[in-house]
């Protein structure tokens, strides 16, 4: 049982690239999400999908995107790198929303220059 | 305005102290949660303690107890007997409503450290 687990681990990118970024989950989880994470501003959604083929915008969507075509994976979009995008990036999931807790994965740190 | 606001950046606590990080919110929700996450050097975020709004009694979970007081709008985690291990960052959040798509709204968090 692996949790949630984020492809890549390090990413250094040019200004205009495109990547995406990998979350799987294992745990049957209906609801996933990804944050990301700046000094001093903890943690802000991005994006969040509350099951197969769903997606929905958070508080910080633009210029990035995903999809949700399986239930255990969920991928993170930058078709166009900006610095402003340098950040550590966070993949989570729950089983579904209210009481239920988060479980996290190790983070993506990316870097745009 | 914020929805969760965590004044402290950082605090200093000494072996087998308690400590409190505090951390207040802002909703007009009646069905809300509130979550506190521990995240260490290493990176990872680990979820601690939950306290729902309609719970009437404070959540606890070991050594973590959150002293909940609604109309106050407080929710702040009290660690008890610190351990070095507990030097980390601690990041509250909040989840209104309870019911529906909603989802967690995250602190700017408190750096906590514990000296020997």
């Known amino acids: 049982n692996a949790g949630v687990t984020q492809t890549p681990k390090f990413r250094v990118l040019k200004t205009g690239q495109s990547m995406t970024l990998l979350c799987a989950q294992d745990?049957?989880?209906?609801?996933m999400y990804w944050y990301r994470q700046d000094p001093g501003m903890g943690l802000r959604l991005i994006h969040y999908?509350?099951?197969?083929?769903?997606?929905a915008k958070g508080e910080v969507p633009d210029g990035y995107n995903v999809s949700r075509l399986k239930k255990q994976n969920f991928l993170l979009g930058l078709e166009s790198a900006a610095p402003s995008q340098t950040s550590v990036y966070f993949c989570?999931?729950?089983?579904?929303?209210?009481?239920?807790?988060?479980?996290f994965g190790p983070g993506t740190r990316l870097t745009v220059t | 305005a914020q929805k969760i606001t965590q004044t402290q950046p950082g605090m200093f606590v000494q072996e087998k102290e308690a400590v409190t990080l505090d951390c207040t919110y802002d909703?007009?929700?009646?069905?809300?949660?509130l979550f506190w996450y521990k995240q260490p050097s290493s990176g990872e975020m680990i979820f601690l303690i939950y306290?729902?709004?309609?719970?009437?009694q404070n959540a606890t979970e070991g050594r973590y107890s959150l002293n909940f007081q609604k109309a106050r709008k407080s929710a702040n985690l009290v660690i008890s007997a610190s351990q070095l291990g507990d030097s980390a960052m601690y990041f509250c959040?909040?989840?209104?409503?309870?019911?529906?798509?909603?989802?967690?709204?995250f602190g700017k968090g408190t750096m906590l450290l514990v000296s020997p």
């Open positions: 989570a999931s729950s089983y579904s929303g209210g009481i239920d807790e988060q479980y």
């Open positions: 745990m049957n989880h209906e609801y």
């Open positions: 959040a909040m989840r209104e409503p309870l019911s529906g798509y909603s989802t967690l709204t």
């Open positions: 999908s509350v099951g197969e083929g769903t997606t």
């Open positions: 306290q729902g709004s309609y719970d009437e």
């Open positions: 909703t007009s929700d009646q069905s809300y949660g």
